[in-house]
């Protein structure tokens, strides 16, 4: 099995900027991808960025140009540099991987941007 840990969630001012950090552990496959969603109360859970392990990217068009996905393929690791936060950021992130026709999730960080 696959356990994923996030951090760096926060409660941060409209404007700022937030660093979430995920790192994976237990039996992963050199091909796999890796990304963050998120939730908000009342809403669906949707793709904020993914990121396979060749390096291609993928974000919503809702945080394009503000965010950035990165991945560390030796840590098992996944980021996401969050800049120009918005209030309507604010939501639960979680860190996500799919292999093999599975997805793990971790625990989810909360985020929180004030006006």
């Known amino acids: 099995q696959v356990q994923l840990v996030e951090s760096g969630g926060g409660l941060v001012q409209a404007g700022g900027s937030l660093r979430l950090s995920c790192v994976a552990s237990?039996?992963?496959?050199?091909?796999?991808?890796m990304g963050w969603y998120r939730q908000a109360p009342g809403k669906q859970r949707e793709p904020v960025a993914t990121i396979t392990s060749d390096g291609f990217t993928n974000y919503a068009e809702a945080v394009k140009g503000r965010f950035t996905i990165s991945r560390d393929n030796a840590k098992n690791a996944v980021y996401l540099q969050m800049n120009s936060l918005k209030p309507e950021d604010t939501a639960v992130y979680y860190c996500?991987?799919?292999?093999?026709?599975?997805?793990?999730w971790g625990q989810g960080t909360q985020v929180t941007v004030s006006s």
């Open positions: 996500n991987l799919v292999q093999r026709a599975y997805a793990y």
């Open positions: 237990g039996s992963i496959f050199s091909s796999n991808g």
